[in-house]
């Protein structure tokens, strides 16, 4: 746990109104970037994980301050970048400050009661808008903060070399199976954001405000974006998750319709993505649970990381069966 009052003095000596700053309060801090509400200033630090990472190499935060800053440059909805710290003896990390956006994230598992008691007809028009800001995102033009193109088979060897380091021997060998089969592509190179969750989004009232987390963009083929947001989605391999599984919530068919409307791009061959997406999402789970199994984390949550997990590897299974 960070000291929240070497924070406080440390921004209050370098932000040029860090004397308006009345309290830190921690919002989110571990595994993950963390994030912190700048109190009198309303607006949110992020600093590296300071536990052992979920991944390693993916907590660059003045890489993504770049990366919010060149997403706001092609009129993404993303907050303003207000304060970028290299210096590690400010805070003991780099760092970068950024305005607080109104709304909130929907919780992909226990929504939020202004999610969970919305009209159908809302829910509809939310999934509309999180489907064509996707879609727009996949006729972007690459941004050169993400460096060199990444193909599918590249970011599944990502995480197959994380499942490798997790000691999760049965989901590198799936890895390996789906790596058989050519990963279809469906056009030119666009920015894919990584982790696309309901979850990563803000909302207002129902508007989108916000798209956050961009940890794990890159440069490639968006069918990858499309791929992990079907997992969300029932079929009839797997159920919806909680929130995706409200009235209103679109189905599989509607996303895969629209995405090729709106994008002008092929979706043939999106199983592959999908097992792609959800092999990347257990090679994390997989890697947290290790981290506790071998004494490197003292976070419990983790070890109830095998359920999830061992469902996972049961779908993968499956999915494999049938591309």
Not at 189 to 214: C, E, I, Q
């Amino acid at each position: 746990m960070r000291d929240l009052d070497l924070i406080r003095d440390g921004l209050t000596r370098v932000l040029p109104d860090g004397g308006g700053i009345t309290g830190i309060r921690a919002f989110s801090t571990g595994h993950s970037n963390e994030t912190y509400l700048v109190e009198g200033l309303d607006q949110i630090l992020r600093l590296p994980a300071s536990a052992e990472p979920l991944m390693p190499g993916s907590h660059d935060v003045l890489a993504q301050a770049r990366i919010y800053g060149a997403a706001a440059a092609q009129g993404l909805p993303v907050p303003a970048i207000l304060w970028t710290g290299e210096d590690t003896a400010v805070l003991g990390d780099p760092f970068f400050v950024m305005a607080r956006v109104a709304g909130e994230e929907v919780n992909d598992y226990q929504p939020q009661a202004s999610f969970a008691d919305a009209s159908p007809e809302a829910r509809a028009a939310m999934c509309e808008t999180w489907m064509n800001l996707f879609c727009g995102l996949a006729r972007s033009a690459p941004l050169d903060v993400l460096g060199a193109t990444i193909g599918p088979e590249d970011q599944a060897r990502r995480w197959q070399d994380m499942a490798c380091a997790a000691h999760c021997p049965e989901l590198v060998a799936q890895i390996d199976r789906l790596l058989a089969v050519p990963a279809p592509r469906s056009g030119p190179v666009a920015v894919v954001h990584g982790d696309p969750k309901l979850a990563n989004l803000m909302w207002d009232a129902g508007a989108l405000t916000a798209v956050l987390d961009w940890e794990l963009a890159y440069n490639g083929d968006p069918l990858a974006d499309l791929g992990y947001i079907l997992f969300f989605f029932a079929s009839d391999n797997h159920p919806a998750n909680r929130a995706c599984g409200y009235p209103g919530m679109w189905t599989r068919d509607r996303i895969i319709a629209n995405w090729t409307a709106k994008t002008g791009r092929p979706t043939a061959g999106i199983e592959w993505h999908e097992i792609a997406a959800v092999a990347k999402m257990s090679a994390i789970i997989a890697y947290g649970h290790y981290l506790y199994t071998s004494g490197k984390s003292a976070d419990a949550r983790f070890l109830q990381w095998k359920v999830p997990l061992d469902r996972n590897l049961v779908l993968i299974d499956t999915l494999l069966t049938h591309l």
